[in-house]
């Protein structure tokens, strides 16, 4: 059974989220959903693609892709896994929770990256194999 299109709609279903944190001033949650929005719908390509993906950093999941990858595409990436750890963990930061780390600025940018990044997976997932 191809559980790309689950995996896809569950990153869709996460981007929505990030959007909906940022506009409540959740701006941690925003960008960790923005990453992980961005993950799994990597994870969804690998499998239409028929591999298998187990990582949890983007720009080495989009590496591991059979296909071209644009490069800024891959530097957006590599911004959304900076968010994966530090949005997450108290002690990330030499101090102040990770609250006070995040705000409007980050959490646009966040979704933004992974708006990109969804939408390519969704094209490449459209197209013909």
């Keep these: 059974m191809n559980r ?41 390509l690998h499998l239409h693609l028929g591999q298998e993906a187990w990582r949890q950093l983007v720009v080495l999941l989009l590496a591991e892709l059979p296909i071209a990858v644009p490069p800024l595409l891959v530097e957006k990436a590599r911004s959304l896994d900076a968010l994966y750890v530090p949005t997450r963990y108290p002690d990330a930061f030499p101090a102040g929770a990770p609250v006070e780390h995040y705000g409007p600025l980050q959490s646009q ?3 933004a990256y ?13 197209e013909p194999r």
């Design 4 to 44: 790309a299109p689950d995996r896809l709609q569950q990153a869709e279903s996460d981007l929505e989220m990030a959007k909906i944190a940022a506009q409540a001033g959740r701006h941690k949650w925003a960008c960790f959903a923005a990453q992980q929005a961005a993950e799994k719908a990597v994870k969804a």
């Design 109 to 111: 940018e966040a979704i």
């Design 114 to 126: 992974a708006s990109q990044i969804v939408a390519f997976v969704r094209a490449q997932m459209a």
